[in-house]
């Protein structure tokens, strides 16, 4: 059997409907474009999200699937990498034992790949790497595995070019970009008034981390509400800084909404843990995006909000440079709540200005996982 073999860290389930997902989401694309393909995940989070330990085979989605879980979490770089060295080296065994032997390798980040490379050259198995995480140093033994792994590939791709350029930078590696593929079939454009309804609605969704800005969000908000009070913001998504994010809005006078419901002119909502159709839906109503990132590789939610026609106000951290212009939204510098809160200021003055229908056609265009699939698959046959 002719197959590609998909490597990951994750892959999407009930109970962690994000982890992996933009990679099985290019396993999905790549089976619909014609290929037959193989997914693996070697997944080595830490004990707290729990899942069945050891090599498990299931299927997801008509797709052959293989996850190696051990509960690793942070330690140290060697031993970490030599857990995952060991765990590929099993369950690939169990591969073959099905499948036999893969065409072709594609391996999401050089992190997983360290543990690939060696595979690969034994048995002349070309492997595409595309890179998702900006480079960490993870000590010098680590690192030079990584620039062998990038430099032995067949074709690095880099899902945006500012992480590309970082990627050069770093390992002396070229690149081609590609972004993530995103699955949008659940978001639609649908006609609204808007910027007529009350309040004006704004959306925020991310996990709750420092990294999306959410403190930088409540500060710019907190002075947007004092020249446009008939807003309201609801920030999808939970994490370890959702409390220190409530205070904030204590602090700055800004009112929580007593329920999810609930969208009184000038309060936040915060609905916590949520799945794409969940985003979707409140996409529907939404007047704007916002989401402040500190950076971003890609950034897959402001994709979704354009698909559902609504344009955004983002930073430039990354990713979003790549796709985000005058036509669908803002770009600000990061950690600049002023900037911030005058881009929202301004969104809500130029609602009407936005063709939102174009907005929804030409992110499906440039996203979708036909587009997307077919660039990748060049490198992999």
Request: with cysteine; glycine share 8%; charged share 20%.
């Amino acid at each position: 059997m002719s197959y590609v073999l998909e490597v990951s860290w994750g892959c999407p389930n009930d109970k962690y409907p994000l982890n992996g997902l933009f990679q099985f989401d290019q396993a999905k694309a790549l089976r619909d474009a014609g290929l037959d393909v193989v997914y693996l995940a070697l997944d080595l989070r830490s004990i707290r999200r729990w899942r069945k330990w050891g090599v498990n085979r299931t299927e997801r989605d008509r797709i052959p699937v293989y996850e190696y879980n051990y509960p690793c979490g942070p330690m140290n770089p060697g031993l970490k990498y030599s857990i995952q060295d060991k765990a590929f080296a099993r369950v690939i065994t169990a591969i073959e034992s099905e499948f036999g032997r893969p065409s072709v390798i594609h391996i999401h980040t050089c992190q997983q790949a360290i543990s690939v490379t060696d595979y690969c050259a034994g048995n002349n198995i070309p492997y595409v790497i595309t890179e998702h995480i900006t480079p960490l140093n993870e000590t010098q033994p680590i690192e030079e595995r990584k620039s062998a792994a990038l430099h032995g590939a067949k074709q690095v791709i880099s899902v945006s070019n500012a992480l590309g350029r970082d990627l050069k930078k770093v390992y002396g590696v070229d690149f081609v970009t590609i972004p993530n593929i995103v699955d949008l079939s659940a978001f639609e454009f649908i006609p609204h008034n808007t910027g007529e309804q009350s309040p004006i609605r704004i959306i925020s969704a991310a996990g709750m981390n420092r990294g999306k800005g959410f403190d930088i969000l409540i500060r710019a908000y907190a002075s947007l509400i004092k020249t446009h009070p008939d807003c309201h913001l609801t920030i999808m998504g939970d994490g370890p800084e959702r409390d220190n994010i409530q205070k904030l809005c204590g602090e700055l006078g800004v009112g929580i909404a007593s329920n999810q419901a609930t969208t009184s002119v000038g309060t936040v909502s915060f609905t916590g843990t949520y799945v794409r159709s969940d985003f979707a839906t409140q996409l529907q109503t939404a007047d704007f995006f916002v989401l402040p990132s500190r950076s971003e590789t890609f950034g897959l939610v402001y994709a979704e909000a354009l698909a559902a026609g609504v344009p955004v106000v983002a930073t430039k951290c990354g990713g979003p440079e790549d796709f985000i212009d005058e036509s669908n939204g803002l770009l600000v510098p990061v950690d600049d709540a002023d900037a911030l809160a005058e881009a929202m200021s301004h969104m809500i003055d130029s609602l009407d200005s936005y063709d939102r229908l174009a907005i929804s056609d030409s992110c499906k265009r440039r996203f979708s996982p036909a587009t997307v699939a077919s660039q990748i698959k060049e490198y992999l046959i």
